[in-house]
């Protein structure tokens, strides 16, 4: 019996069933009209995005969740510069993703055609693979070697271009299976070297984040930890990886670190480094250990074996993945108890002490009664979403993480993300609360995405915290250049309005008496919620106010 044709586009969504494929992120383009096409008769769910960076950057926290790569397909030229916002998040993130980019007929290359760009060029540096398919036939070779490169080593996006005249070729092609994530394991002998570095240790931490975790491979480290009374510290943005209030977890390593935790890294004499690779933020701008040589005896553990020695050059380097990891760290077992237990247990006192804080900020609107509600009645499964900006500070000092998958931001520091990303945690997790938390000036990056969310019925809600300005790089100005305002203010719409527009329920918030009651309606009503909170541009942080911080400029 002969083999019916498909199209290149018919075969790029039979390709990504194969592959498990839970879901499409898109902005339509006529550039790829026939994969579109191909997707009316698929089982797999289409998710119409507002902007090419939102649906960029859903597909990206959608892969953080599942650890399979998310998807997302844009037109060429403006839809590719659009959608390079999350395929940066992506990258730095270390997040499986895959870009599916239209792109002109082959035969118009190097005419400088409609909308024509290089993707090699334009992604070559950003993306871990760069290609386009011009031939029909190798459809399911290229996607089944993106969903490879995509997840291997240290994960990251791909980027593939396809050409119109090849989306509507007919041709036979065989389905190419699922692909299974390759795990790296570390040797018996680097667990054997492993265990004698941490009977000689007399002031040793752990320090966890990147990707590539799972819930179980986070058990089996808190299991770990517990049998060597370790204290546990997280990278930035890598919080739902520990318990916060199990007793061996010692606070995250990355922006306006706890000082107590930044003298305990700086002082054990091993360091246990899984999954990261100690970028700026979780190295304070490079200096927390020296390079390339660290002080501390250094065990680094990573899936990608070119960060190893990179930067820091390790006692021990063990190329393997966290999941594959923390299996092996099951057959450890402490010879004697462990000499530092007072340590672990004084580095999580610093860590209640320092999250348990509520300072007082300018204004009627005092953040800490809003953080104090949401952590008294949020559910621990609850998702929390945001993206850059002086506001995060009151989420990752202030709320503490408890549940594994519970937590979506961008190590990229990308504004905008927030909303996306609670978009897509909605659609993975429709029975979990989520939240999205955004700076005014955060928000206004991907706002249009709102009506994504009511479009899908993602009912998220989402905490705008707005106090008018640019709110950390004004805080930079006014240190660097005090008095001397620019470019950082903002005129800003009525938020809550916008969102009622949109069909959400809303409510503007101007003390903290009003939040606890407008956010029980909004968890209680069956559609998404905007809360807009009015804060004092003076309360640019929690700690020190916008004179403060001018003064003290002045001053020095």
Not at 206 to 213: A, D, L, P, T, Y
Request: glycine share 8%.
């Amino acid at each position: 019996m002969e083999r019916k044709t498909k199209t290149g586009g018919q075969l790029i969504v039979e390709a990504l069933e194969a592959q498990g494929a839970e879901r499409v992120f898109c902005v339509p383009g006529e550039s790829y009209l026939a994969v579109l096409d191909g997707l009316y008769d698929s089982q797999i769910p289409v998710t119409v995005c507002r902007q090419e960076g939102g649906a960029a950057m859903m597909a990206e926290a959608y892969g953080k969740l599942t650890g399979r790569p998310g998807i997302c397909m844009v037109t060429r030229g403006p839809g590719a510069t659009n959608a390079a916002a999350g395929v940066h998040v992506a990258q730095q993130d270390a997040t499986p993703m895959i870009l599916f980019v239209g792109q002109i007929e082959t035969g118009m290359r190097e005419r400088d055609a409609f909308q024509e760009v290089n993707y090699r060029q334009m992604f070559g540096g950003m993306a871990k693979w760069v290609a386009e398919i011009d031939h029909a036939a190798r459809v399911p070779e290229f996607i089944s070697r993106a969903y490879h490169v995509a997840t291997s080593g240290r994960p990251g996006p791909v980027v593939l271009a396809l050409p119109e005249d090849m989306l509507v070729e007919e041709v036979h092609a065989q389905v190419a299976p699922m692909m299974q994530p390759v795990e790296s394991y570390p040797s018996a002998q680097q667990m054997a070297d492993l265990d004698m570095m941490l009977k000689a240790a007399r002031n040793p931490m752990v320090i966890i984040g990147g990707s590539r975790w799972t819930e179980t491979a986070r058990d089996q480290l808190t299991r770990f930890a517990e049998r060597y009374d370790l204290p546990v510290a997280v990278a930035f943005r890598r919080q739902m990886l520990f318990d916060h209030l199990h007793p061996n977890y010692a606070g995250d390593v990355g922006i306006g670190i706890n000082p107590k935790l930044k003298a305990r890294v700086e002082q054990a004499d091993l360091l246990l480094v899984v999954g990261d690779i100690l970028s700026e933020m979780a190295s304070q701008s490079y200096t927390l250990l020296e390079i390339p040589v660290p002080q501390q005896k250094l065990v680094h553990v990573h899936p990608g074996p070119e960060e190893l020695g990179r930067v820091y050059a390790p006692t021990l380097a063990i190329n393997a993945s966290p999941l594959a990891f923390a299996s092996m760290l099951e057959d450890l077992r402490p010879s004697v108890a462990p000499a530092w237990s007072a340590h672990r247990d004084e580095a999580h006192q610093d860590y209640l002490a320092w999250s348990g804080a509520r300072p007082e900020v300018p204004g009627d609107l005092q953040m800490a009664q809003v953080v104090d509600w949401l952590e008294n009645n949020l559910p621990d499964d609850a998702i929390i979403a945001n993206g850059a900006g002086n506001y995060a500070t009151w989420v990752h000092r202030f709320h503490r993480f408890r549940r594994y998958g519970s937590q979506l931001a961008p190590t990229s520091g990308s504004m905008g993300y927030g909303l996306p990303a609670a978009i897509a945690g909605k659609l993975k997790h429709k029975e979990r609360m989520v939240l999205c938390f955004a700076g005014d000036g955060c928000l206004q990056m991907t706002m249009q995405e709102l009506g994504t969310a009511a479009q899908e019925n993602a009912n998220i809600i989402v905490i705008v915290v707005d106090n008018g300005i640019y709110g950390t790089i004004r805080m930079h100005q006014e240190r660097e250049y005090p008095g001397r305002v620019s470019a950082t203010t903002l005129q800003n719409p009525a938020f809550a309005r916008i969102a009622e527009a949109y069909g959400f329920y809303s409510a503007t918030i101007r003390s903290a008496e009003e939040f606890g009651p407008a956010f029980e309606q909004a968890a209680a009503g069956n559609r998404p919620a905007l809360l807009h909170l009015l804060l004092d541009p003076e309360a640019i942080t929690p700690v020190k106010s916008l004179t403060a911080i001018r003064e003290e400029s002045q001053k020095a």
